[in-house]
């Protein structure tokens, strides 16, 4: 039953009337990687899952899953199994009728079913839970339940709509851990929406980056992090966010709050610029660029500075035993290769 | 407290009152038709009497015994019933599921239906009957009486429809269930609470039929609602008979409303916490 799980989008187009809810999606998924659709709400993430899993017509465009064209192949003959946001568990079955179902469906012999159900819950840790309905089983284990009824069919592609998103902020962690270990185990394509940057940070082999209805960027999580494409993305990726301040660009120099830190870039002219600055790669040194400490945010190991360098508002994370006190002077800088220059006008990478 | 206290007899009063004008002519049916003639006409009313099972006797097994007629009414509200639900259940299912053009004009229309006032229509649906050469039979008063019993069981059913999450039926097709079978493996289960809500009330709407009935009923099919009349004639009013026949017809509706009682009363507040059900 199960394929390769090759997906590629070609150029994807969808319009709800007057509304490009998605404005010409490309991107390939790799066999057995963990792919995360990452956005803010109403980026056009859940519409591009629900294209690929057939529960949505493009309005122009290509779905390919392993080179054959799906397109117009109704969503039950794409092999393909998803877990979603609410569950939709169906609630006057019992968890073993809930993950018999796709095997029904798929007219496999009962004899091979019950065993299928068995292993598929066990893989889920609900084997114990088998008789009960959903109504009668805790937030977290009707989770599991759906996990349990996408996995038991061993379909190519394993589709997850925002699958954390009702658990509590303990479960989650948990979950979001098992959930990696389970989509190695079965060396299955697993396609993943969400809008939370740290879920799809730790848990995606390569993720998209989503903004108003067209990918900004792809790449593993290390990549999007470490070079983001726009300033929406820089913006949106990593905890606390990248600081993003006007500045000005003078011959391979960037000039913030007036003071001249050097950049990467080498080529002559003067400009304006927005800089990306991670909280975390400024260091405090002498004669850096000066600020004041407005707020001190101690997180244990590591606290957030909010700096005020003449106006312009800078966040600082320092490691614990180097904590300045609140209203202090201090000064800070970063290397060369930790300042993103992004063009203010266009608000790509330059 | 006293506040409270008066609230609280204020209201029982109010009830009692309530209660004593709606039960008065069910009491008093029960009561005469345990009575004999004489009994029944005895005046200032006897409360007490020795009862008997005379009446009820003389209008089952008797000359003009009402068992065909209770044998109409239930061919016509059993026939009633099951051709209304089997075409309600997937109509109501489409206007709450699908898109399609003109769904809202027919949602309109099942609604406006309800809407005529049947003595406007009950002459146009005679002559028409009466061409076809169904007056006078089940067929002929099952079709009229889909024309009231069809919209609203889909008025009804939609609303609980409507209740079930569309992810429901996409995780269906998903695991790859037809429409068919997710509608009858997932959805219909669901809403079996309103389906049985919805049977109770076109039964009960169609054995409660008088109007219709006594225009387009004949000799062959009577049911008991207009039977009931034979024992009201221009000599004489045989009370304890037409007691007896008039609890016999009540029978079944206050069985059924007992049994159901808990689902009734969900499915008449269904419709208004949706603000009508309809979109």
């Known amino acids: 039953m199960s394929g390769q799980g090759q997906v590629s989008f070609r150029n994807i187009v969808k319009m709800h009337g007057e509304f490009a809810a998605l404005k010409g999606v490309t991107f390939d998924i790799k066999p057995g990687e963990f792919f995360a659709l990452l956005g803010p709400s109403g980026s056009g993430k859940s519409t591009t899952l629900r294209i690929l899993a057939g529960l949505d017509a493009p309005t122009d465009g290509r779905v390919l899953i392993d080179d054959k064209d799906v397109t117009s192949t109704d969503a039950r003959d794409r092999d393909i199994a998803m877990v979603f946001q609410s569950y939709a568990l169906y609630p006057h079955m019992t968890v073993a009728e809930n993950i018999a179902f796709p095997l029904e469906m798929a007219k496999l012999p009962k004899a091979e079913i019950a065993p299928a159900v068995k292993d598929a819950a066990r893989k889920v840790k609900i084997d114990h839970l088998l008789d009960r309905k959903p109504g009668q089983l805790s937030g977290g284990q009707q989770q599991r339940c759906a996990l349990a009824r996408a996995i038991v069919r061993r379909a190519r592609l394993f589709l997850l709509d925002e699958p954390l998103s009702n658990l509590d902020a303990k479960l989650r962690l948990e979950t979001r851990a098992e959930l990696k270990k389970l989509q190695r185990s079965l060396g299955v394509t697993a396609v993943y929406v969400t809008h939370d940057q740290e879920e799809a940070m730790t848990l995606a082999d390569r993720m998209a980056v989503f903004m108003s209805g067209e990918i900004q960027q792809v ?20 905890n606390p966010p990248m600081n993003l301040v006007p500045a000005r660009y003078v011959d391979g120099d960037v000039i913030i709050a007036g003071h001249r830190l050097k950049t990467t870039t080498t080529t002559a002219g003067e400009r304006d610029v927005v800089a990306g600055l991670r909280p975390g790669a400024l260091r405090m040194t002498e004669n850096g660029l000066g600020g004041r400490v407005d707020l001190i945010e101690d997180l244990g190991d590591t606290a957030v500075l909010d700096l005020d360098c003449a106006g312009t508002m800078i966040r600082v994370r320092v490691a614990d035993g180097n904590i300045p006190g609140e209203g202090d002077m201090i000064s800070i800088t970063a290397r060369p290769q930790d ?6 006008a266009t608000r790509m990478r330059l | 407290m006293t506040a409270r206290r008066f609230r609280i007899i204020a209201l029982l009063g109010i009830s009692t009152v309530f209660l004593l004008a709606w039960a008065f002519p069910i009491v008093w049916s029960v009561l005469n038709s345990l009575k004999t003639d004489t009994d029944v006409l005895a005046y200032p009313p006897k409360l007490v009497f020795s009862p008997t099972l005379e009446a009820y006797r003389d209008v089952l097994f008797g000359s003009g015994s ?8 239930i061919i016509i509200s059993v026939g009633t019933t099951i051709v209304t639900m089997l075409m309600a259940v997937p109509a109501a299912y489409a206007l709450a599921r699908l898109r399609f053009r003109g769904k809202k004009l027919a949602g309109f229309y099942v609604l406006a239906t309800q809407m005529l006032p049947p003595v406007g229509i009950i002459i146009p ?7 076809i050469g169904w007056i006078d039979t089940y067929q002929g008063i099952i079709l009229i009486y889909l024309s009231f019993s069809l919209p609203f069981a889909i008025w009804l059913l939609v609303s609980y429809f409507e209740d079930i999450p569309f992810e429901m039926e996409e995780a269906a097709y998903l695991d790859g269930a037809s429409r068919l079978k997710t509608l009858w493996r997932i959805i219909i289960p669901q809403v079996r609470g309103g389906i049985a809500v919805t049977v109770v009330f076109v039964f009960l709407n169609a054995w409660n039929e008088f109007l219709f009935a006594v225009v387009l009923s004949g000799n062959t099919v009577r049911p008991v609602t207009v039977a009931m009349f034979n024992f009201v004639s221009v000599e004489q009013t ?6 007896a026949v008039s609890v016999l017809a009540m029978l079944p509706v206050v069985v059924l409303g007992v049994v159901a009682q808990k689902h009734i009363v969900k499915g ?12």
Request: aromatic residues 10%; without cysteine.
């Open chain 1, 219 to 238: 790449g593993t999580p290390a990549e999007v992090f470490a070079r983001p494409n726009s300033i929406d993305i820089a913006g949106f990726i990593g």
């Open chain 2, 66 to 73: 009402i068992l065909p007629n209770l044998l109409s009414s």
């Open chain 2, 268 to 279: 008449l507040t269904v419709g208004a916490v949706k603000g009508g059900g309809r979109r």
């Open chain 1, 339 to 344: 300042i993103h220059l992004f063009d203010p």
């Open chain 2, 125 to 131: 649906y005679f002559l028409v009957l009466r061409n």
């Open chain 2, 238 to 243: 045989l009370w304890a008979k037409l007691a």
